[in-house]
């Protein structure tokens, strides 16, 4: 069986167009078969994009699809951007799309942290929960070795997805976690190093 977080290169293509629209500004992504929301800007991501302050400094994208996370954020704040996915074909996309939207991007295929060098202001994830919690957990425990000092974690999760095991896991981490959204089932956490 297929999904988003491994690369497979079986897949036919099925190239398609999103469009999202974040703070009045317009964004156009090019999807492909193989991707997490391949249709449109999940519901979680959205949320997460709303649900951050306002940014500076540089930004790191972990997980990052075909971009959307990132080339949001440092378009809407001027970010220093570094996206990272084990899925080579959404690298290769999130490049595309960076470009297509005006964005300068650090792409990399990686393995959680495998090939994420330096640190960063901040971490974003929208973590792959089929991914199961072996690779979800090891991208929490290893966020904080990424981050600069006063750095944070924005994390979105579903309680069904075990928001709340996801909570003792993060404050096991970094010795906190704020829950910056709680609504209908959805929880964004911040976690600062």
């Known amino acids: 069986m297929s999904h988003y977080f491994i690369e497979d290169k079986n897949l036919k293509h099925k ?6 629209y974040f703070k009045e500004c317009k964004f156009m992504f090019t ?18 994009l709303n649900a951050i ?12 699809g075909y971009g959307v996370i990132g080339i949001v954020l440092a378009k809407a704040c001027g970010l220093k951007l570094t996206q990272a996915d084990v899925n080579g ?7 595309k799309n960076a470009k297509a939207n005006g964005v300068v991007t650090q792409a990399v295929k990686s393995d ?4 994420i060098s330096g640190t960063f202001d901040t971490i974003t994830l929208n973590p792959p929960i089929h991914a199961g919690k072996a690779v ?3 991208m929490y425990e290893e966020s904080i070795a990424h981050l600069n000092p006063g750095g944070k974690f924005y994390i979105v999760t579903l309680k069904k997805h075990g928001a709340e095991s996801t909570e003792v896991k993060l404050k096991s981490v970094y010795g906190n976690c704020e829950t910056i959204y ?8 911040c976690c600062v190093k």
Do not use: H
């Open 15 to 20: 190239l398609a167009t999103v469009e999202y």
């Open 31 to 48: 999807t492909d078969a193989g991707m997490f929301s391949k249709d449109d800007v999940d519901s979680a991501t959205e949320i997460l």
């Open 53 to 64: 302050p306002p940014l500076s400094g540089s930004l790191l994208d972990l997980g990052c």
């Open 89 to 95: 074909a959404a690298v290769e996309l999130t490049v």
């Open 112 to 115: 959680c942290f495998e090939n």
């Open 136 to 138: 979800t957990y090891r």
């Open 182 to 189: 709680k609504k209908k089932g959805v929880f964004v956490f």
